[in-house]
């Protein structure tokens, strides 16, 4: 049986793989590690250098292209919710001289973000007066400006297979707005309301997400998407004890991932 073929290095410790691991340029590869991957039926992790033009050839990818597409860039993730008409905060992008208008659409206090390859709670910033907003504009030439939640927490799901396996509240520390763990947020997985762990299954679902974190708001009882991320954080799920490295290699293994296209 041929082994599951890999590009990123998340799966480099199962010999059960054929992990190449990421490189420059595709010169890099052998003759035969090319051939692997022209001949693959399914590649996984297949980074985000190879996963547009592997999806060209006609191959499956897990995570999926989608993640891929969309991993990282706020503007995009808005977008997409927005189509969906999924429950999302009200933001706006703001470019160019459109950056004028940010007081116009919004009221002291809202939250800035830089709007692509920004995580772990860095690129976010509470805006309480126009000299905090002046020195964001200042480093961001595309403003992402989204209200600001009456939220003392926030919610992660963890979803492979598009199938909820973690899901915990993140609690900043005192003195902290941003609810991020790599900030010192506490986890607490008691009481996490149903219909959050819903609407991130029903994401991605529709938006083809088979492997995501999803952070998600409870405002008024409802719930609210805030962002995605495939490179989400273990440390939460590890305290659940799910190594989702493991979950995601015996799933493989046993022919659970890619999930079945319905």
Request: charged fraction near 25%; glycine fraction near 8%; charge should be positive.
């Amino acid at each position: 049986m041929t082994r599951p073929l890999v590009i990123g290095a998340r799966l480099r410790r199962y010999p059960q793989f054929t992990t190449l691991g990421p490189r420059p340029n595709l010169e890099d590869y052998s003759p035969q590690e090319l051939e692997l991957i022209r001949r693959a039926p399914v590649v996984f992790y297949p980074t985000e250098a190879l996963a547009p033009q592997l999806a060209a050839l006609g191959k499956r990818l897990f995570p999926s292209l989608a993640c891929h597409l969309l991993e990282g860039d706020k503007i995009k993730q808005t977008t997409l919710f927005k189509l969906l008409g999924l429950p999302h905060p009200r933001t706006r992008v703001f470019y160019g001289s459109q950056r004028r208008d940010i007081a116009g659409h919004f009221a002291f206090p809202f939250v800035a973000k830089k709007p692509r390859a920004s995580c772990r709670g860095r690129g976010v910033y509470l805006i309480e007066n126009q000299a905090q907003l002046d020195a964001y504009l200042a480093d961001n030439k595309v403003a992402y400006i989204q209200e600001r939640l009456p939220i003392q927490r926030d919610i992660r799901v963890v979803l492979i297979g598009f199938e909820p396996v973690c899901a915990y509240w993140r609690v900043p520390p005192p003195g902290e707005w941003r609810s991020n763990v790599a900030q010192g947020a506490v986890v607490d997985f008691a009481g996490v309301p149903p219909r959050a762990v819903e609407l991130a299954a029903r994401l991605a679902r529709a938006a083809d997400l088979d492997e995501v974190g999803v952070d998600l708001a409870m405002v008024d009882g409802q719930a609210l998407l805030l962002e995605f991320n495939v490179k989400y954080g273990r440390q939460g799920p590890a305290l659940m004890g799910l190594d989702v490295v493991d979950y995601v290699a015996q799933g493989i293994l046993a022919g659970k991932l890619p999930p079945p296209r319905e």
